[in-house]
Nanobody
Framework: QVQLVESGGGLVQAGASLRLSCAASGGIFGMNAMGWFRQAPGKEREFVSVISWSASNTLYADSVKGRFTISRDNAKNTVYLHMNSLKPEDTAVYYC?????????????????WGQGTQVTVSS
């Protein structure tokens, strides 16, 4: 059974940094791209970043480009999201997900397995 567990969220001030982690189990991690999405209250879940299984390819939403960095450690079955220069508009629940089909990897539809999410709150 695939399980994803996010951690590392919290309440920080604008300009601070956080590192989110997502630990995967269930044997699906190594050959799949992994994505991070976020959802703010009253808004749809939106793409943040994705990393290919080999880490050779990454993609970022324009809103986080230059501030966030995605990485993965396949030996630990863990994907990370390093978030710098956080802004109040980054406040959301952050989810990691496993890409399981060849739909556009910036879209929710490309991912079948999701974690429970971790809250990130950035105060001004």
């Amino acid at each position: 059974q695939v399980q994803l567990v996010e951690s590392g969220g919290g309440l920080v001030q604008a300009g601070a940094s956080l590192r989110l982690s997502c630990a995967a189990s269930g044997g699906i991690f190594g050959m799949n791209a992994m994505g991070w999405f976020r959802q703010a209250p009253g808004k749809e879940r939106e793409f943040v970043s994705v990393i290919s299984w080999s880490a050779s390819n990454t993609l970022y939403a324009d809103s986080v480009k230059g501030r966030f960095t995605i990485s993965r450690d396949n030996a630990k079955n863990t994907v990370y999201l390093h978030m710098n220069s956080l802004k109040p508009e980054d406040t959301a629940v952050y989810y990691c997900a496993v890409r399981t089909n060849y739909a556009d990897w910036t879209q929710v539809a490309a991912y079948a397995y999701w974690g429970q999410g971790t809250q990130v709150t950035v105060s001004s």
